[in-house]
Each structure stands twice: as structure tokens, then as C-alpha cells.
């Protein structure tokens, strides 16, 4: 029986031949990151639990300061200071505050593929969209990785997912990872790896397919992946200048086994919309369009990347936001908001009467940056609607695609982004 492109991953990185589900094993790892909302925890961890006088390799540890930039409060000023601190004292270059969110920073500067991501944040599993494995672990492992650089993991069950057919106008990444969560319900993938295939999975840009591994997040998985191809060697070339060769081993072998397979067909789908206050609570935009809207978001480590970026401009173009709706867009790096500047689209933002934030989580962390207050309604393309995630717990946050929340910022409504067409 063969392996899994994780499996592959993970047996490379313990020293094993083989590896199978269930299998606890000691990993080397390529990088650890850690951000400011957790930063307080790691170091702790480091300095006060282990009592560490030194860290494994200063230049693989990269901390990150985007929950919460800038400073919403006494409180944060003294985490980042001290985040500050933590990386002269240890030799941690990688130190960036308002650079742009922790994933996305890791994707434009870092990783690789075939590499293996720890990090102090859930939504580790961005770094499939690399080929790479990413992996999300509470404080104290994190913090115990800066010290050893190595880490222990489970091997999770693999589950395939199969995207067939072509996606039909105005309907995007967004939609097929929303409707799947609709469809496995959110932690219905508990500790599973994920691995997305099919030949609609290989016309898809590294930004569509981050969006599907960051947001497979939100069904439990443990990590997920797209396997590197082309489209990968042709990323990192472009954007990063960086020559990496496509290897033979970097696929599921064909008699890998998979505990189950989902299948897709993406000339099915329809724009999809998550409703309050779950993401796995799931529909077709056209049941709730008309829905009085106080705010619009685009932004968030699932859909803040350049094209989506493009896409919000094709709407905004020409057109006002309703004077009843705030309209917030953050871009995910500081290299984005750069290009966006160059290529003209903050200039069409803020024509439209939007609000451009400087780079970070902003609304999707709600701590900061378009609060909401009770009663409020917002529309994102954030990942997470749980009660209270982006402000009072008396608000309520719909998920939805670039092309929807652009559209429905306009109109002052949730709106049917087919509309425009």
C-alpha cells in the first residue's frame, strides 16, 4: 500500500520509510512561527516552563504581529514590545509588525514545498496551497519547537477531494470551500489531512488554492494540501525568484488509501453564502439576498490576496458603496497593498467611498479595524462566524466570496454577485 502526499511529508521529516494512520511520530520541522495573539503564551513557554537559554535556529522561527496592529490597547503595545524583546535576545531576524498576516507572510517569504510548518494558529494549513504541510499546535509544542526543532504529531487519516468540472461565472474558491463545509459539517474533518485533486484543482492560482486549505480549516482538518505542480515552480519563480524543481515523490501514489473520498462538480455550484454563527450553516445566495447589511469586508488570511483584490475593483469600479454600509478592505501583505497601489485599485476603492486598513487581520480577529456593535450585520470573506468573532456577540457575520461581498456592499443587501453579469 502506498502513501499519501502528507503521509510522504511527514515520513521524510520523521527518518521512517513508511508511515500509517495513528502512528505517533517525532518530526524535524522547517520553520515555526508564531503571532501576537498568542505571543505572550510561547514566550513563557521558552523562557519560563522550559527555561531556555538558547533557541534551535534563530533563522527558521519567525514571529509575526497582525492580530492586532497597530497597538489596539495598553496591552498589546506591551505583547508586541515584549515579542520585540524575545527576538533580539534570541537572534530572531523574522520579526514583522503591520508586514502583513502571519500565513500569507509565510507563502511570499518562507515556505516550500515538501517543507513542514508549527505554528500557534489554526489556520496553519494556508501552506498546502505550496504543497507544503502546515500544522496548527497549541503554545506550549510551539514553544517547545523554538527550543528542540523538532515536534510530535499523530499521522492524521487522509481524505481526498475530488473538484471536477468548471466553475461557472461568479463563482470562486470561496464558493467550493464553503459548500464542502456545508456538506462535511464544521469539525466533520477532525484531525483529518485533506488533499484536494482533479483537473479543476490544477487551472486553480496559488491564492485560489490557499483559500481551500486555509478555510478546510474550519471542517477540523488537521492540515491540507494541493500537490506542487507548475503553477507552484511558476509562483515562487515570479514572485519570489526562487528555483525549485519539481520532484518525482511530491503525489499520492496511486494505491494510496484514503479513509473517504468527496467529490464536487463545480458546473453545479452556485454562489454560497455561511450564515450566522456557524460556517457550516450554508446556502445558496439567492435564499437570503435582501438582507439589510450594516458592513462589508474584504479581507482576512482567506481572501486578501491581489486577484481577489481585482475582482472587488472590477465591481467597485464606477459605483458607489451604499451610503448605509461601511465598507472595510485590508490586504493580506504589505507586497499586496504595494501592487494594489500600483495597478491602480486603491484608487478605485477609495473613489467608491471604501475604507482601506493597513495589513493584518483586521475585522476577521475583531478586535480591531470595523468592530461591530450589537445588532449589526456584516458580510466578509473572512473565515469564521461564530457568535461574537468579529465584535459583539449580538452582531451577525455572513461569509461569502470577494464578488458577493463587493456587489452586496454596493446595494446595501446581500446580492446575488450574478446580478453584475
Known sequence: MGMTLVEKILARHSGEKKVEPGQFLTI???YCMANDATMRLNID???NTLKATKLWDPSKIVLVM??????DSVLT???HEMSKKFADKYGIAAYYNGEGICHQLMVEKYLLPGQIMVAADSHSPSMGALGAVGLGMGSTDVGATMVAGKTWVKVPQSVLVVLKGQLPQAVYAKDIILAMIGKTTAGGLIYKAVEFQGDAVSKFSVSERFTLCNMATEAGVKTAIVAPDE????????ERGVSVPLESWML???DAKFEQTIEIDLSKLTPQVACPHSVDNVCDVSKIAGLKIDQAFIGACTNARIDDLRIVAQVLKGNKVNPNVKMDITPASRTIYLQAIQEGLIEIFLEAGARINHPGCSTCWGACQGVLGPGQVLISTQNRNFRGRAGSKDSSVYLAS???VAYSAIKGFVTDPREGI
Not at 66 to 71: A, E, M
Open 66 to 71: 497582525d492580530h492586532q496592529v497597530p497597538s
Open 402 to 404: 470577494p464578488r458577493t
Open 252 to 254: 499520492s501514489d496511486s
Open 28 to 30: 524535524d520541522v522547517d
Open 231 to 238: 503553477k507552484v515552480v511558476d509562483y515562487l519563480q515570479k
Open 77 to 79: 503595545a506591551q505583547v
Open 45 to 47: 513557554v521558552v523562557e
